[in-house]
């Protein structure tokens, strides 16, 4: 009898992705594991950490160094273009000589498959990058996966730019699926029930529309598509085939906050429901 595929998918959300840090923490404590991971702009980051077994290590990257000027400030932006430093981050921080190395060698070693959802900037389609794509000390996939808009240049790999993934695939459920998954946990970090606006969205297409008009054309219509993978996810939740983790309140965090004590409780709220995820496996029989 074929054994069940299982595959988790992580949709980032800026700052606001401590809370599915929480959630794979709890997974690394729990021994919770999965065939197929697929990460969205800081989601690909939080996957990569669970995979390679770090626990507590994406934790510190919200909360410690998020408050370095290096990582976010306002002189990134003058002498970088990019407000958020990505290089610093998967970079300097995370090579096997920086302050916080990410385990390659464990992520490599670990069964479970990874892809990574960025968005190509001169057609505003999706690339799924996978393991294959990561190697020692360059981790630019996930650079180009949280590439977003205006806030940072976008990330070449090759002879291609990349924006964040979000703008292609917002929440890549359908891909799951694709890829062979029978059961999937989607981890969201807005609540459930959040009705996104494209206010914001469409005064950042205003600033990048002459320069890269497909992609402010998915910043457009980006909200609208989140929307739309939510009601999906919650269709296939209500037949069993699918589990929606997400916070009951953010904790006033939103993209590029610095509140490190509303963090640490985002954290908490997100170790603590990861205590779903074991049900649902029980359940499934996964």
């Known amino acids: 009898m074929k054994s069940e595929k299982t595959g988790i998918?992580?949709?980032?959300?800026?700052?606001?992705?401590?809370?599915?840090?929480?959630?794979?923490?709890?997974?690394?404590?729990y021994n919770i594991h999965f065939d197929l991971g697929i990460g969205v702009s800081a989601g690909s980051g939080n996957l990569i950490t669970y995979i390679?077994?770090?626990?507590?290590?994406s934790y510190q990257f919200y909360t410690e160094y998020m408050s370095r000027e290096e990582y976010v400030s306002i002189n990134n932006l003058r002498s970088k273009?990019?407000?958020?430093?990505?290089?610093?981050?998967?970079?300097?921080?995370?090579?096997?000589?920086?302050?916080?190395?990410?385990?390659?060698?464990a992520a490599v070693a670990n069964p479970m498959e990874f892809i990574v959802v960025a968005t190509e900037a001169e057609t505003g389609k999706a690339k799924y990058f996978d393991k294959s794509d990561l190697h020692q000390d360059d981790?630019?996939?996930?650079?180009?996966?949280c590439s977003i808009p205006f806030v940072c240049h976008p990330y070449v790999i090759g002879d291609k730019l990349y924006y964040d993934g979000s703008l292609a695939d917002s929440i890549p459920i359908e891909k799951a699926f694709l890829l062979?998954?029978?059961?999937?946990?989607l981890l969201l970090t807005l609540p459930e029930n959040t009705v996104m606006t494209s206010d914001q969205d469409k005064k950042l297409a205003a600033l990048i529309r002459k320069e890269y008009p497909l992609i402010a054309e998915k910043l457009d219509h980006q909200?609208?598509?989140?929307?739309k993978g939510v009601i999906l996810a919650q269709k296939l939740a209500a037949c069993g085939m699918l589990l929606i983790i997400?916070?009951?309140?953010?904790?006033?965090?939103?993209?590029?906050?610095?509140?490190?004590?509303?963090?640490?409780?985002?954290?908490?709220?997100?170790?603590?429901?990861?205590?779903?995820?074991?049900?649902?496996?029980?359940?499934?029989?996964?």
């Open 9 to 29: 998918v992580d949709v980032g959300g800026g700052f606001g992705g401590i809370y599915t840090a929480g959630v794979l923490d709890y997974c690394i404590d």
């Open 246 to 286: 997400a916070p009951d309140d953010t904790c006033g965090i939103n993209t590029l906050s610095r509140d490190t004590n509303a963090l640490h409780q985002l954290y908490q709220k997100g170790y603590q429901d990861g205590v779903k995820i074991t049900s649902f496996l029980k359940e499934s029989n996964c």
């Open 139 to 145: 981790y630019s996939i996930l650079k180009a996966s």
């Open 180 to 185: 062979g998954c029978d059961r999937v946990v």
């Open 52 to 57: 390679a077994g770090q626990r507590g290590r």
């Open 223 to 227: 909200a609208e598509e989140y929307n």
């Open 81 to 105: 273009k990019s407000f958020i430093d990505l290089d610093y981050i998967y970079s300097t921080l995370s090579n096997s000589d920086g302050e916080n190395p990410l385990d390659y060698p």
